[in-house]
């Protein structure tokens, strides 16, 4: 379980590191940004984002396996967003907290292996092979256009982390949005693009789902996460065992249920109650 106290973050799987690449002030911490990192060693993007010559650094950075490392501490002016615009206002790295993911981003298909399985090269050379990889692979257009590519997603481990970090971020200091750098800087940055699912926006923000099944133990209040069961005839509304699966019960018209978790067209919610199940999502209203 995560927490934070003293604007550092606590759990069992968070390392610290200090950094001097900062800028004076505090941070206002209005937005998160989400990047990935362009790299395949978790090692040395944090070396990169804290300690080496290259000017930039970023407060997390979240490792292929669920490790993450806070550099400096969340009220740290870090250069992560660099020339960017949001909302009105010029230059986000003094306005946000930024988490870099350990992704390769888009990646080369150059064929397959003995075992039919699909090899992927980086933009630095480095080879992966589907299934072997702790990243999966996605075939998408960015939706700021351009064309369609092959792009590394993040981990199963990466988006778990994600799901239960970002409400306690949110939660924490009020947080206003949580964007992508391809949001504010979106003639010159791609990331996260499709290498963060649209599933996992979803359960933070309420973008667009892509599919994927993501589920998140840290329910709470994020960009109007709560919703309300609305149906048409004001009947109850079925919840079901799965997507599309086996009714289980229903669900009064009117009830406040939270969101915990999507796929498609379809989300889990939870009662106040305790009581968790699938409903269609086009009966539930935000709040």
Not at 80 to 87: I, M, N, P
């Amino acid at each position: 379980m995560l927490k934070i106290s003293n604007n550092l973050l606590r759990g069992k799987r968070v390392e610290h590191v200090d950094t001097s690449k900062k800028s004076r002030g505090t941070n206002t911490k209005k937005f998160i940004v989400v990047h990935y990192t362009a790299g395949t060693s978790y090692k040395s993007d944090v070396r990169v984002l804290s300690s080496a010559k290259a000017q930039v650094s970023c407060h997390l950075v979240v490792g292929p396996s669920g490790k993450i490392t806070q550099v400096g501490d969340f009220d740290d002016v870090l250069w992560h967003a660099g020339k960017s615009k949001w909302r009105g206002l010029h230059g986000l790295n003094r306005h946000s907290i930024g988490i870099e993911v350990t992704c390769p981003g888009p990646v080369e298909y150059v064929g397959k292996d003995s075992s039919n399985r699909r090899i992927f090269k980086t933009w630095s050379g480095h080879k992966l092979v589907e299934g072997v990889s702790p990243w999966g692979f996605v075939k998408k257009q960015h939706r700021n256009g351009g064309r369609t590519k092959w792009w590394a997603t993040f981990t199963l481990k990466q988006n778990e982390v994600l799901a239960e970090l970002i409400p306690l971020i949110v939660d924490m200091y009020g947080v206003t949005e949580v964007v992508g750098h391809d949001d504010i800087a979106p003639t010159r940055k791609q990331d996260p693009g499709p290498s963060m699912s649209r599933s996992l926006w979803s359960l933070i923000e309420g973008r667009n789902e892509d599919g994927q099944t993501i589920e998140s133990s840290a329910v709470g209040s994020i960009n109007n996460r709560a919703y309300i069961v609305t149906t048409p005839d004001n009947s109850n509304l079925n919840t079901r065992d799965a997507p599309n699966g086996k009714i289980i019960g229903s669900l009064p018209n009117g009830t406040p249920v939270d969101h915990i978790g999507v796929k498609d067209k379809w989300i889990k919610v939870k009662s106040p109650a305790g009581y968790k199940g699938w409903v269609y999502g086009k009966y539930l209203k935000r709040v």
